[in-house]
């Protein structure tokens, strides 16, 4: 029977997560035919999710080379900083802003570890899974903000080209390469999770722009008059790190949204659903983003025949099933929708009377 979407205490759903299969997922069943994980570590009517769950093993090394990798980057920003300020170096100044950025994604991926580690609570039930989001956001609007200061700055420079050192860029340019270079090999883990290996991916794209600073500030101490090099490396730099901040913004802001994840293809996910034995059509099929990397859903879906409740629970265990193993959706809420629908071993009746006559009022929605 068709009920108005969102009204729970009119309809019989199905609501928990896909990280397991549903035969071995601890679930508190209530009469009714729910199957909500009520009562989560310290959160009334809350559900478990991945942001619940316990530290995976190698969490406390994961997090010192973390730790050490960000403090190393700091260190980084502030050397080229200084130097680009003292010689007047708009590509130093662009590589420190460059190192900025990524030492803020590895700080964030830092933060997505510890934070992963929480367990929901009564006013957020999910964890803090949108805090990295929002670090994003800001991290995306200060790349923008430093990506323009370096254009004006290099801009001005070319109309104006002044004398830069090309021996004190070329050595800060190689020691900041070396240092990204060894941040990337302490961090690297064979088998390292995704914050991990994004991490490594920085800071080794860190280090090849370093070394192409630096091989600028060699032809300037060279020539000793290409001084213009200085800010159009900079310039390049600056589009780098404009890419990348339009990059994060606009995946952040997806997430924000709650649009449907990228790579997640709808139209798929609503053909596996109808796919599912005893599913007969499927309808308000919602797919959005917890964060970045978990991924949450709701859908009504039509049973066929006359399924005692029973057998609308397992229709919908199998559709979270499926979601979770195809489409990596963490945590899922079905409603199975069906007329007439009868509770196990009783006649057929309506599925709102069978829902509110059979939950406990400590459990009515």
Same mark, same amino acid.
């Given at each position: 029977?068709?009920?108005?979407?969102?009204?729970?205490?009119?309809?019989?759903?199905?609501?928990?997560?896909?990280?397991?299969?549903?035969?071995?997922?601890?679930?508190?069943?209530?009469?009714?035919?729910?199957?909500?994980?009520?009562?989560?570590?310290?959160?009334?009517?809350?559900?478990?999710?991945?942001?619940?769950?316990?530290?995976?093993?190698?969490?406390?090394?994961?997090?010192?080379?973390?730790?050490?990798?960000?403090?190393?980057?700091?260190?980084?920003?502030?050397?080229?900083?200084?130097?680009?300020? *003292?010689?007047?170096?708009?590509?130093?100044?662009?590589?420190?802003?460059?190192?900025?950025?990524?030492?803020?994604?590895?700080?964030?991926?830092?933060?997505?570890?510890?934070?992963?580690?929480?367990?929901?609570?009564?006013?957020?039930?999910?964890?803090?899974?949108?805090?990295?989001?929002?670090?994003?956001?800001?991290?995306?609007?200060?790349?923008?903000? /430093?990506?323009?200061?370096?254009?004006?700055?290099?801009?001005?420079? !070319?109309?104006?080209?002044?004398?830069?050192?090309?021996? /004190?860029?070329?050595?800060?340019?190689?020691?900041?390469?070396?240092?990204?270079?060894?941040?990337? *090999?302490?961090?690297?883990?064979?088998?390292?999770?995704?914050?991990?290996?994004?991490?490594?991916?920085? *800071?080794?794209?860190?280090?090849?722009?370093?070394?192409?600073?630096?091989?600028?500030?060699?032809?300037?101490?060279?020539?000793?008059?290409?001084?213009?090099?200085?800010?159009?490396?900079?310039?390049?730099?600056?589009?780098?790190?404009?890419?990348?901040?339009?990059? *994060?913004?606009?995946?952040?802001?997806?997430?924000?949204?709650?649009?449907?994840?990228?790579?997640?293809? !709808?139209?798929?996910?609503?053909?596996?659903?109808?796919? /599912?034995?005893?599913?007969?059509?499927?309808?308000?099929?919602?797919?959005?983003?917890?964060?970045?990397?978990?991924?949450?859903?709701?859908?009504?879906?039509?049973?066929?025949?006359?399924?005692?409740?029973?057998?609308?629970?397992?229709?919908?265990?199998?559709?979270?099933?499926?979601?979770?193993?195809?489409?990596?959706?963490?945590?899922?809420?079905?409603?199975?929708?069906?007329?007439?629908?009868?509770?196990?071993?009783?006649?057929?009746?309506?599925?709102?009377?069978?829902?509110?006559?059979?939950?406990?009022?400590?459990?009515?929605?």
């Amino acid at each position: 029977m068709n009920t108005p979407e969102g009204r729970h205490g009119d309809h019989g759903h199905d609501n928990g997560q896909g990280l397991v299969p549903p035969q071995t997922r601890p679930v508190h069943g209530h009469d009714s035919g729910h199957t909500h994980a009520h009562g989560g570590p310290g959160a009334p009517g809350g559900h478990e999710h991945a942001a619940g769950r316990s530290a995976p093993r190698g969490f406390d090394s994961q997090h010192r080379r973390l730790a050490f990798a960000t403090g190393l980057n700091v260190a980084i920003v502030v050397g080229q900083a200084a130097a680009g300020l *003292l010689v007047g170096s708009v590509a130093l100044l662009a590589d420190a802003a460059h190192n900025l950025v990524d030492a803020a994604g590895v700080a964030f991926a830092l933060m997505a570890i510890r934070l992963a580690r929480q367990a929901p609570s009564a006013t957020r039930t999910f964890g803090g899974l949108r805090w990295p989001v929002l670090a994003a956001q800001a991290n995306a609007a200060s790349v923008l903000v /430093v990506t323009t200061l370096v254009c004006v700055e290099a801009a001005g420079r !070319l109309a104006h080209p002044e004398p830069v050192d090309g021996l /004190v860029v070329l050595i800060v340019a190689i020691a900041a390469a070396v240092g990204n270079g060894v941040s990337a *090999l302490f961090v690297h883990e064979r088998h390292g999770d995704l914050n991990t290996r994004a991490a490594v991916t920085h *800071l080794a794209g860190d280090a090849l722009v370093s070394v192409a600073v630096a091989g600028a500030g060699l032809v300037i101490w060279l020539t000793s008059g290409w001084y213009w090099l200085d800010p159009v490396l900079s310039l390049v730099v600056a589009a780098l790190i404009g890419i990348q901040g339009v990059r *994060l913004l606009a995946e952040s802001s997806r997430v924000l949204l709650e649009a449907t994840p990228a790579g997640l293809d !709808l139209a798929a996910v609503q053909a596996d659903v109808l796919a /599912v034995e005893g599913v007969t059509g499927v309808h308000d099929v919602h797919v959005w983003g917890l964060s970045d990397r978990v991924a949450a859903a709701s859908a009504h879906v039509e049973v066929a025949g006359h399924p005692t409740l029973e057998e609308a629970r397992a229709v919908s265990d199998r559709v979270k099933a499926v979601l979770a193993e195809k489409h990596g959706v963490v945590h899922a809420t079905v409603e199975t929708e069906c007329e007439p629908c009868s509770p196990a071993g009783g006649d057929p009746c309506d599925v709102r009377r069978v829902t509110v006559h059979q939950l406990a009022p400590a459990h009515r929605h």
